[in-house]
């Protein structure tokens, strides 16, 4: 039995922050969930995937957030518990279903998770999805450790039904990655079926209805002050003359830094999980007997400009400070010497840093770039993109997934990128104002997400540009999750669909599509080349499955290669591949056998055919 299912309450377990999400949905009997792939959220998705295959758990890898948030709403307004989970930037492709959601609202709970990545350790921004709230005028709920946020998560569940609208579940990477140990409480039923009243003047947004749902949702807003101003999650500790108010895991930082200072005596602390509405009287009441106030709040000022607002309106004039150029930046995660250290300076307390030790005599660690896997179908198929474009002027836009990182050297291929399936309409437009050539990457699962109908574009706008799609038949940099391409038979999944990808590029209209196998580099480039030569859009469809991938399921792995006595010591190898598997020993060029995944592409291009295949032996 999958351990998130075990129904003790009163089991302690040591779980990951997502876990515990994942857990607290459960234990309020969500029976309806949805995701597009997206860490720090990964984790979550991948336990209700688990679960779904021993309950009657419902859970989907939708082709994209805003599907995701689309099936799960269709699903909350038939009387069914529903949760969708994505990573910050996933709700902005959500964002068109998120804000005409809320006018409409929902039947039964629905929660909606935002991963929010500050420090950005996998994303290509930092946003404060806390700004989605005051956007949509959805409620917000922010857990300040594992445990709160497997409680809280099922809070959310009963304010989404009480209030009849989506709740927003905001979280970030330090809890959505921490461990900690967890109460397990009872399960609730999980109802799996619902039925949907058709009730067109409320639920098709045409212009007359949306206008009387907008009231609705101002009435609604209203209720939340109400519930935000008594919430359990917006608390106060201490009684001092120095205020602070913070969110998430900061208080976790802050609780420690008034212990560290040792000036629990003199601060008064606000935590805001119930984050919006903000909680207005609780606010005004926690200025009296304040001197000055620090807001510590990671990513934007957003509590700040409330709080201060609030002091405005009540003509409060003590001292409010938060994201100031000595203080808090809005940049990257918080810890817990900056938060100290910050507290110290803005109150005047006493404190002097501890002293870093002495490294000076200790040689800096090797820093390890970014990269590839030994063996990965994207290196062989950047390389061969290398040689057929060799003598072009080129651009090259890329997107997002682990073929990202091509644009390192020595492959060097990437030269623009926004967001997901912007490879596909970003070529159109480097293609219409240039004289270069334009080719664009893109993954498979980022295909399928949003890359088609910027490939529709231009088939119809007449752009000239060539599509690389690469398919390594998994979402890969996420955790090898499925996407529409995927053959679920082969993973022993049965009820599942396929959508060829081939099939999809020529009914689009394309009318040059080639596949190749990019571990054949000869044929690889020659079929490029001539994609490279096609005017109008080509598509090239690179097929080869992630070799990581294959290890897990335990496929048959290919023989190793060495480099034999035949070496010359070109090099080639290493300065245009940049395989991990490489390395050089007293000036010997060598391949790590564990490493090693027996692509064969270093022996294609090896000028004295001096790299070999281990023998059997």
Request: include cysteine.
């Amino acid at each position: 039995m999958h351990k998130l299912l075990v129904d003790n309450p009163g089991q302690k377990s040591l779980l990951l922050g997502n876990e515990a999400i994942a857990r607290g949905a459960i234990e309020a009997g969500v029976a309806f969930t949805s995701t597009y792939p997206g860490t720090p959220s990964s984790e979550i998705s991948l336990n209700f995937f688990q679960v779904s295959q021993e309950s009657d758990l419902y859970f989907e890898y939708s082709t994209n957030e805003k599907v995701a948030l689309e099936v799960a709403s269709a699903a909350a307004n038939s009387g069914v518990r529903s949760m969708c989970v994505m990573k910050h930037v996933g709700v902005n492709v959500a964002a068109d279903a998120l804000m005409t959601l809320a006018y409409v609202g929902v039947k039964k709970g629905l929660v909606i998770l935002t991963a929010d990545d500050p420090y950005m350790f996998s994303s290509q921004n930092e946003q404060d999805n806390r700004y989605y709230g005051k956007l949509s005028g959805l409620p917000i709920l922010e857990p300040s450790s594992v445990d709160e946020a497997k409680e809280m998560i099922i809070h959310a569940f009963d304010l989404s039904e009480k209030l009849q609208e989506p709740v927003i579940f905001r979280t970030t990477t330090r809890i959505n990655h921490s461990t900690a140990i967890v109460e397990y409480g009872a399960l609730k039923e999980r109802i799996t079926k619902g039925d949907f009243t058709k009730d067109p003047f409320n639920y098709v947004t045409v212009p007359a209805v949306s206008r009387r749902l907008h009231v609705k949702l101002l009435e609604n807003y209203k209720k939340s002050e109400e519930l935000t101003n008594t919430s359990e999650y917006n608390f106060i500790n201490g009684t001092g003359p120095y205020g602070i108010i913070c969110n998430g895991v900061s208080y976790g930082y802050v609780s420690d830094a008034v212990n560290d200072l040792c000036i629990k005596d003199k601060v008064k602390v606000l935590r805001i999980g119930f984050s919006h509405p903000m909680p207005k009287s609780v606010i005004r009441d926690f200025f009296n007997g304040c001197e000055k106030i620090l807001v510590i709040e990671e990513g934007e000022a957003y509590m700040e400009e409330a709080i201060k607002a609030i002091a405005q309106e009540n003509k409060i004039t003590i001292p409010i400070a938060g994201k100031t150029e000595d203080l808090l930046s809005r940049l990257y995660e918080f810890d817990p010497a900056l938060v100290r250290e910050s507290m110290a300076k803005y109150f005047n307390i006493p404190y002097k840093a501890i002293d870093k030790p002495d490294l000076t005599d200790i040689p800096e660690i090797p820093q390890r770039p970014p990269n590839l896997c030994a063996g990965c179908s994207h290196r062989a198929t950047f390389y061969a993109l290398q040689k057929a474009s060799e003598g072009m002027e080129t651009i090259i836009p890329n997107d997002i997934g682990c073929y990202t990182l091509g644009f390192m050297p020595p492959l060097s291929v990437g030269d623009f990128l926004i967001c997901m399936g912007s490879s596909t309409g970003t070529a159109g437009g480097f293609a219409q104002t240039t004289d270069k050539k334009v080719i664009s990457v893109i993954g498979d699962s980022t295909f399928f997400h949003s890359g088609i109908p910027g490939l529709i574009n231009g088939v119809f706008n007449n752009h000239n540009f060539t599509l690389v799609i690469l398919d390594n038949e998994t979402t890969a940099m996420t955790g090898h999750q499925p996407n529409p391409g995927v053959d679920m038979k082969g993973l022993n999944f049965e009820g599942y669909g396929q959508i060829s990808i081939e099939k999809v590029v020529k009914g689009l209209g394309v009318q040059h599509v080639t596949i190749i196998k990019p571990y054949k580099i000869r044929k690889s480039v020659e079929a490029i080349r001539e994609a490279l030569d096609f005017k109008g859009v080509s598509v090239i469809i690179s097929k080869e499955p992630c070799t990581l991938y294959e290890k897990s399921l335990k496929k048959k792995q290919r023989k190793p290669f060495y480099v034999s006595d035949k070496c010359k010591k070109h090099k080639d190898c290493i300065n245009d591949l940049g395989c991990p598997a490489f390395f050089i020993e007293d000036s010997n060029i060598k391949i790590d056998p564990a490493m090693c995944t027996g692509c064969a592409v270093c022996a294609q291009i090896c000028p004295e055919n001096a790299i070999m295949p281990v023998k059997d032996n």
